[in-house]
Structure formats: C-alpha cells, structure tokens
C-alpha cells in the first residue's frame, strides 16, 4: 500500500475545497452557498468575480 490512488486528503473537512484566484488569495464561498466562489482581494482583478 503507497496510499497513492486517490485525491482524497481527509484533512478539510471544514471547509470545502476552496479555489485559489490567479491573484494568489483564496476565494470564499459565495452567499448562496451554491458551491460557488469568489476572490475577496480588492485589489484583484476578479475582485467579486467568480473564481
Ligand atoms: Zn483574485
């Protein structure tokens, strides 16, 4: 067993997995909760966007 055939680290179980924007912060989970994200850096581009 090498523990190697899976993407399944169980070390997140508080959040979900959160994306990173291009501007190198994490997103946040959007208000409606509906799995989306999106950057909170101001001063990104995508600032509000959808990550
Ligand atoms: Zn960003």
Redesign the pocket.
């Known amino acids: 067993m090498t523990g190697d055939d899976g993407w399944d680290e169980a070390d997140d179980e508080d959040e979900q997995r959160a994306p990173i924007?291009?501007?190198g912060?994490t997103a946040l989970p959007a208000e409606s909760g509906s799995g989306r994200f999106i950057?909170e850096?101001p001063d990104?581009d995508?600032?509000g966007d959808e990550v």
């Open positions: 924007c291009a501007c912060v950057c850096n990104c995508a600032f």
